[in-house]
């Protein structure tokens, strides 16, 4: 490889290379869509999946992984972040249901191995590696390789840069700095969402700041661009609930799996009775977590209520398309207000300035397991996630309850249509979710790729 492919002259960029995970995600499909109006595009994907793009040139890996199997080696030895996300995330692993016996020895390995190697020197071992990426790398030749942060492996971005390519990290979302341990400072430029996550890049993962590139997230773009009139929603049960409760109902979006699933139906059902008592005809309408999608029974229980309705078409999993996406933005844009708990949809709210209630305690009915080591995985140490704290839980802001007298006074503020009290949270978490107001994601991105941001 040519060594000095790292002078190459800004303007003649023609051909990118993007590392995804998965191309059913819409904000991933939305960064393709983006790098194919300006570049030759390609993916490398790291499973199986059809591109719904003519244009796309998708390259799967996912049965060509030898080197990457040695990367999940290296990462035993990564001294992790010091962060709830990471040591309380590690432990609810270990006791997800899914879990093998042989993937639970590997936990094991994994949290007490000597951490010996920092990111930096293990993401430079894991460059020298030579595999099935070099062909790949010289057939395609691409300007840049921008690379997903935390989802991705990160072998194939490591080799790039080691062969001389241009690597730019997109750290997607607001999680990552804190969840992952090993984002390397090995990278041209990291694309992130705020000065916050620049500063915790440089704190957690010694990523220099002048190497750090503040964008708008490119996911939520729908809520700004994805035109609302472009579906036909005339049979869809989700829509007909909207048009019938607009600025009427209150919207939850359930945020974490099944490790605490059912103390999170416990908390709607609290909440659902202090409303109750405030306005017997106002409506809570619950969205499940996706990823609980062979689980839903118990989430459609809650209709026993009278105040709850539960959304019967929530695609499985990650898999979300324009349909999806915009029934998602509608039910924000006509909630009377979202009840938020550790998601982005309070973020994503503020873009409609629709009142947010962020929950920042638990009420003293749920039940929690008299193991343990098992509260690991129980929601009160959900809630402790750096992130959340770092973002949400404003403790200055009214909408951040503590408490059922505090969520009782909001709801009969909300009642009488008292909002005003409310806007200033909302207006901080739209700083947070759009740090350029009145330009596009797609522009930001273009631009920072370019060079020119």
Not at 108 to 130: D, M, N, Q, V, W
Not at 270 to 287: Q, T
Not at 306 to 318: C, E, F, L, T
Request: include cysteine.
């Amino acid at each position: 490889m040519d060594a000095g492919r790292e002078i190459h002259k800004i303007e003649m960029l023609k051909k990118v290379l993007f590392i995804s995970n998965n191309l059913n995600q819409w904000g991933q499909k939305k960064i393709v869509q983006i790098l194919c109006k300006k570049f030759d595009t390609y993916v490398l994907l790291g499973e199986y999946q059809e591109s719904a793009q003519n244009n796309v040139k998708v390259i799967n890996y996912s049965e060509k992984k030898n080197n990457t199997r040695i990367e999940t080696i290296l990462r035993l030895f990564i001294k992790p972040p010091q962060t709830s996300n990471y040591y309380f995330g590690k432990r609810r692993n270990y006791l997800s249901k899914k879990m093998n016996f042989k993937k639970k020895l590997f936990f094991l390995i994994e949290f007490y191995f000597p951490k010996l190697l920092s990111e930096h020197r293990a993401a430079k071992i894991l460059g020298s590696l030579k595999g099935i990426f070099d062909e790949i790398l010289n057939e395609i030749n691409p300007d840049i390789v921008l690379n997903l942060a935390f989802f991705t492996q990160q072998y194939p971005a490591a080799r790039a840069k080691k062969l001389g390519y241009i690597v730019y990290d997109l750290i997607y979302s607001w999680d990552n700095p804190y969840k992952d341990s090993f984002l390397p400072n090995i990278y041209d430029k990291y694309l992130v969402w705020n000065e916050e996550m620049k500063n915790d890049l440089n704190r957690l993962h010694k990523i220099e700041l002048n190497k750090q590139t503040t964008i708008n997230p490119v996911q939520f773009d729908y809520l700004e661009n994805l035109p609302e009139e472009c579906i036909n929603f005339t049979s869809n049960t989700t829509y007909k609930f909207i048009n019938e409760n607009k600025r009427e109902y209150y919207l939850y979006v359930f945020s974490v799996g099944l490790s605490a699933m059912f103390q999170e139906i416990e908390l709607v059902e609290h909440i659902a009775d202090i409303l109750y008592k405030v306005n017997p005809d106002a409506k809570i309408f619950a969205r499940p977590y996706p990823n609980c999608f062979n689980d839903m029974k118990y989430y459609y229980a809650l209709e026993e209520r009278p105040n709850i309705y539960v959304q019967k078409d929530v695609p499985p999993g990650m898999i979300q398309n324009n349909d999806t996406i915009v029934l998602k933005k509608l039910l924000l844009k006509y909630a009377k207000a979202v009840i938020n708990l550790g998601t982005t949809m309070g973020l994503e709210a503020s873009f409609f300035s629709t009142p947010i209630i962020q929950i920042r305690y638990l009420p003293s009915s749920i039940k929690y397991s008299d193991n343990k080591l098992e509260r690991y995985a129980d929601l009160d140490y959900q809630m402790k996630n750096d992130h959340l704290k770092k973002y949400l839980y404003k403790e200055e802001y009214i909408n951040v309850v503590k408490n059922e007298m505090e969520l009782q006074n909001i709801f009969i503020d909300l009642t009488n249509d008292n909002f005003n009290k409310y806007t200033s949270y909302t207006r901080y978490l739209k700083k947070i979710a759009n740090p350029f107001p009145g330009k596009s994601s797609s522009d930001l991105l273009i631009e920072a790729i370019e060079g020119h941001r």
